[in-house]
Every structure is written in structure tokens, then in C-alpha cells.
């Protein structure tokens, strides 16, 4: 889970490894899939609101990994913040993750 907090706003990002089933795939994303992957979905809370979900879906094919998926849902969970939170997000994520 990632807190900021930038003036009087405080941003939350909290992260979630799961299996996803076809109807919450596409609800989420728009895209049809025929069976169960595994996602990762981020979600961004604004001063206690939620204001964006992120979904990264992984393909059969490929091998699941956590890092991947958190940055790939992390870009469409906070693309509703201004530029200022977005770069907060960015730069406490990749502290806390050691880049």
C-alpha cells in the first residue's frame, strides 16, 4: 500500500494479486477474455474517495509477475489525479520498491 499525503490531500494506492473472472475483466477493462487470468488491480483513493481502478491482466501465456502488474494497473488507477499527485504516486512507489 503506497500513502501520500501533499498538502491537505492524501492520496492511497492499495494493490490486489487475484484471479479474475471473464464479466469482472471486462467490466473493468472493456476487454472480452474467454477464461480466468491472473490480474492485478490498484486502486486510488482521494481523501478517502475512490477516484480510479487499474487492471493489469495477465495473458495465458505469459509468467504472472508483481511488478509488472502493479506498474501497469498503477498507470490507469491514478490517471485521474493531477500531475503533482501522479508524480508523488510515481516517486513513493519506486522508493518503496527500491529503484
Known amino acids: 500500500m503506497l500513502r501520500i499525503t501533499q498538502g491537505s490531500d492524501e492520496v492511497e494506492v492499495r494493490f490486489d494479486h487475484k484471479w479474475c473472472d471473464e464479466v469482472e475483466i471486462e467490466g473493468l477493462t472493456g476487454i472480452y477474455v474467454e477464461d480466468e487470468r491472473r490480474c492485478t488491480m490498484a486502486t486510488t483513493m482521494l481523501n478517502g474517495n475512490v477516484v480510479g481502478k487499474g487492471l493489469a491482466v495477465c495473458h495465458p501465456g505469459d509468467n504472472f509477475c508483481r511488478s509488472t502488474g502493479r506498474k501497469n494497473a498503477l498507470i490507469y488507477a491514478i490517471c485521474e ?16 520498491m527500491g529503484f
Open 81 to 96: 489525479l493531477s500531475k503533482e499527485l501522479r508524480t508523488a504516486v510515481w516517486e513513493e512507489y519506486e522508493a518503496q
